[in-house]
């Protein structure tokens, strides 16, 4: 077969916009389909140092690395450029800016990415391709004939099996050759015919596409949706023929998933195995980290090494009241001594010694009451400094690293596409789609962190649908283990009233927003790629830069929470709001009037909020009231502030004061049935 | 014969597309008039798996009886 050359006119290849991290080098654009190992080879060329920032107007995530000469931008996987979902516009944009395109194909699957290749072909865009996976290939006897791929599609080809590092090192040749590939004639005209509108050849082709945003920046009207099906059509065919060409030995048919693969996307051992994956996860997030790391970080490290030298530093010279605790090996107080230090410990450096002494080497908690309001607004018992690195560095940091590390084995391996295809039955009762999974899970480890995570859902419905329940039904680590440890003395009656209550909560709003939001649904139509055993080193390097990210765009939110709860505990406003919430905590949740303050506290740390109410002595069905109410009530500053980011100032306000009325309305429901 | 209808192991040709942009995903995918399909698994509430130019998709129940098909 033969594809009659095309004469090429000058095209103009202009930089419309800028993108994040702008520098003046060429600009070499990593694109593939999800699953082709495109990370892989980003990481391989990337070296250390990578800039992960959100597209502009979006909240995709797009990293950016130096590489030689060029400016190295990755994109989301994409099996084609169009406006479909926020990812593809994403991808979309930075292609259109792009000087030189890396696509990644897989080998075993021609069929499907060759598209993709072909499309960025017709954008006139130079391009190369690296045909990765080609071991898999030959496992399952394909032959795949790289140099007639490469004549096909007039672009330099290369085979690589890139978690092996075979072939990589033959990238940057391959980048020096890109170029421009054949395109169909009849297409090729068209294309010109539309450039003298809108100025590139790529946009052009997705103008002709139907693409309805591209078409609107250069106030012309996209083709309508025949005429895309026309291109794609015949795009299709060409991809056909030239794999026709290009593969050899198609005609055997195989059963290409491994047993696992195939197991647990089939009814009988699905299940089951999903629930074995989820139980791994649990211990090593849930028991592993959120216990035994987070116990010697937070409470060894951060508290009893950082805040108090932080502190100890701070009181030097500064009127302080120190109280010293004495605990035992349950944590309950043996002793307790205050002293107050008016020049400061430094300032009666024998007096502080003594106390020390006193202490010695037990086990022990200090408390620095200063005198200066300042120095109480940064480091007292709700300093925003000594808070927020404590609690970030020291308890959310292991979290997040370990469901990152563990999300990335599951990304990685293939099983999380499985995952979402077993539930996606299930999650559309809340009106998700299978995908929505992550996020839900992630909420069990950090509702902030999964709130971000929120962004890979397809529509804003789904993101909005998701962050509703995140914020609302689901309880984070740092709560769930005070909330356990509550129930475990209220009972099995208790735990299962609260259970029922919280889970019915969560499908009666997921079903009212999947009925009242306009909208539907959007369809489960997901690619199950092979399982790999995953490479430790590409998951490692992924838990990086997803924690890294996560620390970057959430840090400031937690000690902006911090800050303002200082001040208002400073200021004095904190006891108002208690005294303003007695009324409804006494007559309407039935509760003690101390847990006011457990309920404000939970604003700054979910788990602050239910920890409040261990003091109480409640009885079992106050204990499930008191519960429900923090549950459902406001997550953490920290989330509160990185939805409104997320989801805008508006509906992140109408989900915030929902939260407030329902948690406080159900937890008086709950409470006036069954007190 | 719609696609939701295919019992497991079975094999089949698609027919007919449903139109939108979802054509355009399946295009895109490969998954075009005339391409051969096989069942792999079917799970509880409709979701279908199914295989084709030796990759597998994970298809919701209502997206597969858009699918019209003949089975071989």
């Given at each position: 077969?033969?594809?009659?050359?095309?004469?090429?006119?000058?095209?103009?290849?202009?930089?419309?916009?800028?993108?994040?991290g702008?520098?003046l080098?060429?600009?070499?654009?990593?694109?593939?389909?999800?699953?082709?190992?495109?990370?892989?080879?980003?990481?391989?060329?990337?070296?250390?140092?990578v800039?992960?920032?959100?597209?502009?107007?979006?909240?995709?995530?797009?990293?950016?690395?130096?590489?030689?000469?060029?400016d190295?931008?990755?994109?989301?996987?994409?099996?084609?450029v169009?406006?479909?979902?926020?990812?593809?516009?994403v991808?979309?944009?930075?292609?259109?800016?792009?000087?030189?395109?890396?696509?990644?194909v897989?080998?075993?699957?021609?069929?499907?990415?060759?598209?993709?290749?072909?499309?960025?072909?017709?954008?006139?865009?130079?391009?190369?391709?690296?045909?990765?996976?080609?071991?898999?290939?030959?496992?399952?006897?394909?032959?795949?004939?790289?140099a007639?791929?490469?004549?096909?599609?007039?672009?330099?080809?290369?085979?690589?099996?890139?978690?092996?590092?075979?072939?990589?090192d033959?990238?940057?040749?391959?980048?020096?050759?890109?170029?421009?590939?054949?395109q169909?004639?009849?297409?090729?005209?068209?294309?010109?015919?539309?450039?003298?509108?809108?100025?590139?050849?790529?946009?052009?082709?997705?103008?002709?596409?139907?693409?309805?945003?591209i078409a609107?920046?250069?106030?012309?009207?996209?083709?309508d949706?025949?005429?895309?099906?026309?291109?794609?059509?015949?795009?299709r065919?060409?991809v056909?023929?030239i794999?026709?060409?290009?593969?050899?030995?198609?005609?055997?048919?195989?059963?290409?998933?491994?047993?696992?693969?195939?197991?647990?996307?089939?009814?009988?051992?699905?299940?089951?195995?999903?629930?074995?994956v989820?139980?791994?996860?649990?211990?090593?997030v849930?028991?592993?980290?959120?216990q035994?790391?987070?116990?010697?970080?937070?409470g060894?490290?951060?508290?009893?090494?950082v805040?108090?030298?932080?502190?100890e530093f701070?009181?030097?010279?500064?009127?302080?009241?120190?109280?010293?605790?004495?605990?035992?090996?349950?944590?309950?107080?043996?002793?307790?001594?205050?002293?107050?230090?008016?020049n400061?410990?430094?300032?009666?450096?024998?007096?502080w010694?003594?106390?020390?002494?006193?202490?010695?080497?037990?086990?022990?908690?200090?408390?620095?009451?200063?005198?200066?309001?300042?120095?109480?607004?940064?480091f007292?018992?709700?300093?925003?400094?000594?808070?927020?690195?404590?609690?970030?560095?020291?308890?959310?940091?292991?979290?997040?690293?370990?469901?990152?590390?563990?999300?990335?084995?599951?990304?990685?391996?293939?099983?999380?596409?499985?995952?979402a295809?077993?539930?996606d039955?299930?999650?559309?009762?809340?009106?998700?789609?299978?995908?929505?999974?992550?996020?839900?899970?992630?909420g069990?480890?950090?509702?902030?962190?999964?709130?971000?995570?929120?962004?890979?859902?397809?529509?804003?419905?789904?993101?909005?649908?998701?962050?509703?329940i995140?914020?609302?039904?689901?309880p984070?680590?740092?709560?769930?283990?005070?909330?356990?440890?509550?129930?475990?003395?209220?009972?099995?009656?208790?735990?299962?009233?609260?259970?029922?209550?919280?889970?019915?909560?969560?499908?009666?709003?997921g079903?009212?927003?999947?009925?009242?939001?306009?909208?539907?649904?959007?369809p489960?139509?997901?690619?199950?790629?092979?399982?790999?055993?995953?490479?430790?080193?590409?998951?490692m390097?992924?838990?990086?830069?997803?924690?890294?990210?996560f620390?970057?765009?959430?840090s400031?939110?937690?000690?902006i929470?911090?800050?303002?709860?200082?001040?208002?505990?400073v200021?004095?406003?904190?006891?108002?709001?208690m005294?303003a919430?007695?009324p409804?905590?006494?007559?309407?949740?039935?509760?003690?009037?101390?847990?006011?303050?457990?309920?404000?506290?939970?604003?700054?740390?979910?788990?602050?909020?239910?920890?409040?109410?261990?003091?109480?002595?409640?009885?079992?069905?106050?204990?499930?009231?008191?519960?429900?109410?923090?549950?459902?009530?406001v997550?953490?500053?920290?989330?509160?502030?990185?939805?409104?980011k997320?989801?805008?100032?508006?509906?992140?306000?109408?989900i915030?004061?929902?939260?407030l009325?329902?948690?406080?309305?159900?937890?008086?429901v709950?409470?006036?049935?069954?007190? | 014969?719609?696609l939701?209808h295919?019992?497991?192991?079975?094999?089949?040709?698609?027919?007919?597309l449903?139109?939108?942009?979802?054509?355009?995903?399946?295009?895109?995918?490969?998954?075009?008039?005339?391409?051969?399909?096989?069942?792999?698994d079917?799970?509880?509430?409709g979701?279908?798996?199914?295989?084709?130019?030796?990759?597998e998709?994970?298809?919701?129940?209502?997206l597969?009886?858009?699918?019209?098909?003949?089975?071989?």
């Amino acid at each position: 077969m033969s594809v009659p050359s095309v004469e090429h006119k000058p095209h103009h290849h202009i930089r419309t916009e800028s993108l994040p991290g702008d520098t003046l080098k060429p600009r070499v654009v990593l694109v593939g389909n999800p699953n082709v190992g495109k990370s892989v080879v980003f990481n391989y060329l990337s070296g250390l140092y990578v800039d992960v920032s959100n597209f502009p107007g979006t909240t995709v995530e797009v990293a950016k690395a130096s590489y030689l000469q060029y400016d190295l931008f990755d994109t989301p996987g994409v099996y084609g450029v169009s406006s479909f979902n926020d990812e593809e516009r994403v991808a979309r944009d930075i292609i259109l800016n792009a000087d030189i395109i890396v696509n990644i194909v897989d080998a075993v699957h021609l069929e499907r990415d060759l598209f993709l290749t072909q499309q960025l072909i017709d954008m006139g865009k130079r391009v190369c391709v690296i045909v990765n996976m080609i071991d898999e290939a030959r496992k399952q006897k394909l032959a795949v004939d790289l140099a007639t791929l490469e004549e096909e599609l007039d672009v330099p080809v290369l085979g690589t099996v890139a978690i092996r590092k075979e072939g990589l090192d033959g990238i940057h040749a391959l980048i020096t050759r890109a170029r421009e590939g054949r395109q169909r004639e009849a297409l090729h005209a068209e294309l010109h015919r539309m450039l003298s509108v809108v100025g590139s050849q790529a946009e052009a082709l997705l103008v002709l596409e139907g693409d309805p945003i591209i078409a609107a920046r250069h106030g012309i009207a996209a083709s309508d949706a025949a005429h895309r099906e026309e291109i794609y059509i015949d795009r299709r065919n060409r991809v056909n023929r030239i794999v026709h060409h290009v593969v050899k030995d198609v005609q055997t048919r195989k059963l290409l998933s491994t047993r696992i693969g195939r197991a647990s996307v089939s009814p009988w051992f699905g299940f089951p195995i999903l629930a074995f994956v989820l139980y791994l996860v649990y211990l090593f997030v849930g028991v592993f980290v959120a216990q035994d790391v987070v116990g010697i970080t937070e409470g060894d490290i951060g508290k009893g090494i950082v805040e108090f030298h932080i502190k100890e530093f701070i009181a030097a010279h500064a009127a302080v009241t120190v109280t010293a605790t004495l605990l035992d090996d349950d944590d309950e107080v043996i002793e307790e001594r205050a002293e107050r230090f008016a020049n400061g410990v430094k300032g009666e450096a024998d007096r502080w010694r003594s106390m020390r002494a006193w202490v010695a080497e037990r086990p022990a908690e200090y408390d620095f009451a200063f005198e200066n309001p300042w120095l109480v607004l940064f480091f007292g018992e709700f300093g925003a400094v000594t808070m927020t690195l404590t609690y970030l560095v020291f308890l959310l940091l292991p979290l997040v690293l370990g469901f990152y590390f563990a999300l990335s084995i599951l990304e990685d391996s293939g099983y999380l596409p499985r995952l979402a295809t077993l539930v996606d039955r299930t999650l559309r009762f809340v009106g998700l789609n299978g995908r929505a999974v992550i996020p839900l899970i992630l909420g069990f480890g950090c509702v902030t962190m999964a709130t971000i995570t929120t962004r890979l859902l397809g529509t804003q419905r789904e993101k909005t649908i998701a962050t509703t329940i995140l914020q609302l039904a689901i309880p984070c680590s740092a709560q769930l283990g005070v909330i356990a440890a509550l129930l475990a003395t209220a009972g099995v009656q208790a735990t299962l009233i609260y259970t029922g209550v919280i889970f019915a909560f969560l499908v009666l709003v997921g079903t009212i927003m999947n009925r009242s939001l306009p909208g539907e649904i959007s369809p489960l139509l997901i690619d199950l790629p092979a399982m790999r055993l995953p490479q430790l080193n590409n998951v490692m390097k992924k838990t990086g830069f997803k924690t890294w990210f996560f620390m970057k765009e959430a840090s400031p939110w937690f000690f902006i929470g911090a800050l303002a709860v200082s001040i208002l505990q400073v200021t004095g406003a904190l006891v108002h709001i208690m005294d303003a919430l007695q009324p409804l905590v006494t007559g309407w949740l039935q509760l003690p009037r101390e847990a006011a303050t457990a309920f404000v506290m939970g604003l700054v740390r979910r788990d602050f909020g239910a920890a409040g109410l261990y003091d109480l002595s409640l009885s079992p069905y106050q204990t499930v009231a008191a519960l429900v109410t923090i549950t459902l009530f406001v997550p953490c500053v920290a989330s509160l502030m990185v939805m409104l980011k997320e989801r805008g100032l508006h509906e992140g306000m109408i989900i915030w004061v929902g939260s407030l009325v329902l948690a406080i309305g159900i937890g008086g429901v709950v409470s006036q049935v069954l007190l | 014969m719609m696609l939701n209808h295919l019992a497991k192991g079975l094999r089949a040709r698609i027919t007919a597309l449903p139109d939108g942009e979802i054509r355009s995903q399946f295009i895109r995918l490969g998954l075009v008039e005339g391409a051969e399909v096989r069942c792999m698994d079917r799970l509880p509430g409709g979701t279908i798996i199914v295989e084709f130019c030796r990759q597998e998709i994970a298809l919701s129940g209502e997206l597969a009886a858009s699918i019209a098909i003949d089975q071989l």
